[in-house]
């Protein structure tokens, strides 16, 4: 069993060091709780590779997930968990992870030169898709840092085709020992509230969710409903001979769409009753004009719907694609498009 950190040091566990890292990318996805057909940023993959399992630079494990038939590439560092993979990754036949890690978690690794005088350490952020390099917390110029890294050890860092951050993290991956931290991920557990007795637009949601599943609608075709949304049409719809809320019918639509996931942190609630439980944001808010479409409605896990209606937000960009949001200074890139 695999125990999840939120901090480290370089792993030195031989049973685990040694296992192929094609399998070690599940072992990941399995840590990030992802399932068939799920999204990843290769940073989140490498990083926790890195932190829990060995220390295999970013060079060898690209080439590895390149050619994997578990991953398909979508472009921008972004893989797909593919169902061969998934179905390999339910073989190891592991138990539920400790806590399941956000896929906006941020590492950071470290080592210490000159005597533990001077810390060198890298941020990887897969967020940002950066690797930021500090010296004794600071940032600063990255050849900056690899002078004084060489002219303090004496070694030479070997120079490949590749940024100087990234320079700097496989000097650090390759050290003797380094230490290595979560820096914006807590373990506190997601609350879910209890349910509010006459909640009606939850009960309609989960009833036009069940009539989707029952007709075993395609999703191009609820995605092409949803695209055909009017600002104009009734405030109310029938669906096999009784009325529903429009706006209950395209948050259902949308949740559906998007595997019930916060759009955050990747977290999926499971209910008591089995059923999956995600809240829908809107960006622009309702009173204040904003409309029931989905490039105004983002999903989210209750934690973070609160902290967006009550947080310090500062939206960046807004089309019908994406969002890119500062919340509570953390940087967030949400996809909008329906697919």
Known sequence: MIEIKTKG???TNTDIYNIDADKQLLIAAWAYGLQAGDDIHRLSLY??????LASKTEENLQRILQNSQNWLKKGKGIYKLTTKGYDQLLNFNYDKPNFVIPQTSIFTFSTKINNGKDSISVTVDPIKHTNIAKQNGVKEKPYTIIQHI?????NKIKTEKTSAPRQILNWILNSDNYEWSIENFTTTEIVLPEPTVGNEDENE???IINLILDSNSSKQSIINELKNLKEKDLELIEINGKSYKRDNNTIAK???????????CGTAIKKKDGRN????AHIKPKHQEGKETPDNIILLCPNHHKEFDIGDRVIISHNADKIIFLLNELRYEINLKLE
């Open 277 to 280: 439980y995600v809240e829908a």
């Open 9 to 11: 040091n370089k792993p």
């Open 150 to 154: 060489e002219n303090t050890t004496r």
């Open 205 to 207: 949601q989960n009833e």
């Open 47 to 52: 990083s926790f590779i890195q932190s829990h």
């Open 254 to 264: 949308i949740k559906f769409l998007r595997d019930f996931k916060c759009q955050i």
